[in-house]
């Protein structure tokens, strides 16, 4: 029965239902329905989260029920082209090497030459222009999401 309920979904999905009336449909809560679509189901920009909110506040069954195109769709497409979710790089064999150096054991205090090499990864992975800085935090940062993906690499 659970393979039948992700087969819907994705059906579903792919014909440019979104994932709150996916879960209407099938009765099934939306985590489910968003478990089931993994990064399908994810926001691709600004438009899609704005999408998201008009529906969840009821805004857009509003407007569906006063006009037949109101250029939503358009709307979304274009925000989601200018601002789009932050996509993720994979982590290379070599900067996967080098985190798992620096977390066993993570080191309390960090050189500036190695915080170069984790700002270059940071970057790579998530397309960022972060620069070396002397602020501790900020490294604290970096390091605390650069674990995150490390730690989700050793999986």
Partial sequence: ???????????????????????????????????ILGEAGKAEGLGDIIANVTEVTGIAAVVEA????????????ALNKLFPTRKLNDLSNEAYDFLDGFFNPRPSSVNSKTQ????DIYNDVFNAKRKVSGC??????VADELYKIYDAAKK
């Avoid at 099938?26 to 329905?33: A, H, M, N, P, S």
């Avoid at 170069?116 to 700002?119: Q, S, V």
């Avoid at 501790?136 to 940062?141: D, I, R, T």
């Fill in 1 to 35: 029965m659970k393979e039948s309920v992700n087969v819907k979904v994705f059906e579903l999905f792919d014909q440019g239902v979104k994932p709150g009336k996916i879960a209407q449909k099938l009765r099934i809560k939306k985590t489910v329905v968003m478990d």
């Fill in 66 to 77: 006063i006009t037949d195109d109101c250029g939503c769709k358009a709307r979304a497409k």
């Fill in 116 to 119: 170069k090499k984790l700002i």
């Fill in 136 to 141: 501790g935090p900020c490294v604290a940062v």
